[in-house]
């Protein structure tokens, strides 16, 4: 979410094959909008986005009960029928990765997009700029801790 990521691509060994989750009446890609409802008589799931689809009057001629419709993401995990949640045996086997982590794995992912996990290890990459303090004992010391701070900030501005 944070980098602004809200389309879902399934994954090819997915029961649904590789398929683009996207509204069936308007193509609507965000996931955070799209829920489903069954057909009444079929055994058939559509995907609907929230806005402005499921209240489109065209919609409720259909053999839909709109009233059922239900979000794809539920308790910030997606749907079990959608998307098959790990084993206990495949977590323990998944790299442990932290929030922090991920969030610098997407701030390089912004000036290379080939980036991974493995590139935070290199050297430059993690350093944190020295923190600011109250007192100075010297200019060289100021200049030391803010020459960085003010190419950051620079870098960051392009």
């Known amino acids: 979410v944070r980098a602004k990521h809200k389309e879902v691509c399934l994954h090819k060994d997915s029961p649904l094959g590789e398929t683009i989750l996207e509204c069936y009446n308007c193509g609507c890609r965000n996931v955070f909008l799209l829920g489903f409802i069954s057909a009444k008589t079929e055994s058939v799931v559509v995907l609907l986005c929230r806005e402005p689809c499921l209240s489109v009057n065209a919609l409720k001629d259909m053999n839909w009960d709109l009233?059922?419709?239900?979000?794809?993401?539920?308790?910030?995990?997606?749907?079990?029928?959608?998307?098959?949640?790990?084993?206990?045996q495949e977590q323990l086997r998944a790299r442990q990765i932290s929030a922090q982590q991920i969030n610098k794995v997407e701030e390089l992912w912004k000036t290379n997009p080939d980036a991974s996990f493995e590139d935070l290890e290199k050297p430059g990459v993690d350093d944190e700029p020295q923190s600011v303090a109250l007192k100075y004992e010297d200019a060289y010391q100021y200049q030391n801790v803010f020459a960085p701070l003010i190419k950051l900030e620079a870098d960051y501005d392009k």
């Open 67 to 88: 009233s059922q419709w239900c979000p794809l993401i539920d308790d910030r995990c997606f749907l079990q029928w959608l998307v098959k949640i790990p084993s206990e």
